[in-house]
């Protein structure tokens, strides 16, 4: 990867990534896409993460499957060595996509608005 590039962090099979896969396209906006489902998050890089968004809790889907079917002591991590525990078990928990610009500025999630703001497209 060149460091001109953000990088794109999510799932090859989730639609909103695609989406904004397809958006950066559209735009010429130059990404690297990285699955990490295939391509694991060093749990250091998701504490960092976690902290640049402000807490885990900016950093995990609640609202999804996963989380709904796990069992309910595993959804109060206490540490952040059981939050990357459980993301490492379950990456489909970590929003998306998580946008990883060169500066290391980051952001999560996809809506068009939000890309046009945040590309200055």
Do not use: I
């Given at each position: 990867m060149?460091?001109?590039n953000?990088?794109?962090y999510?799932?090859?099979?989730?639609d909103?990534?695609?989406?904004?896969r397809?958006?950066?396209?559209?735009?010429?906006?130059?990404?690297?896409?990285?699955?990490?489902?295939?391509n694991?998050v060093?749990?250091?890089?998701?504490?960092?993460?976690?902290?640049?968004l402000?807490?885990?809790e900016?950093?995990?889907?609640?609202?999804?499957?996963?989380?709904r079917?796990?069992?309910p002591?595993?959804?109060?991590?206490?540490?952040?060595?059981?939050?990357?525990?459980?993301?490492?078990e379950?990456?489909?928990?970590?929003r998306?996509?998580?946008?990883?610009?060169p500066?290391?500025?980051?952001?999560?999630?996809?809506?068009?608005?939000?890309f046009?703001?945040?590309?200055?497209?």
């Amino acid at each position: 990867m060149t460091q001109s590039n953000l990088t794109l962090y999510g799932l090859s099979n989730c639609d909103t990534c695609k989406k904004a896969r397809n958006w950066l396209t559209r735009f010429d906006v130059a990404h690297e896409f990285v699955d990490y489902r295939a391509n694991p998050v060093p749990p250091a890089t998701l504490k960092a993460w976690a902290q640049q968004l402000g807490g885990w809790e900016k950093l995990v889907n609640k609202s999804g499957t996963t989380w709904r079917n796990l069992l309910p002591q595993r959804k109060n991590p206490g540490t952040d060595s059981e939050w990357t525990l459980l993301l490492k078990e379950y990456p489909a928990l970590v929003r998306r996509p998580v946008v990883v610009q060169p500066d290391g500025a980051m952001s999560v999630g996809f809506t068009d608005n939000g890309f046009k703001k945040l590309f200055g497209r």
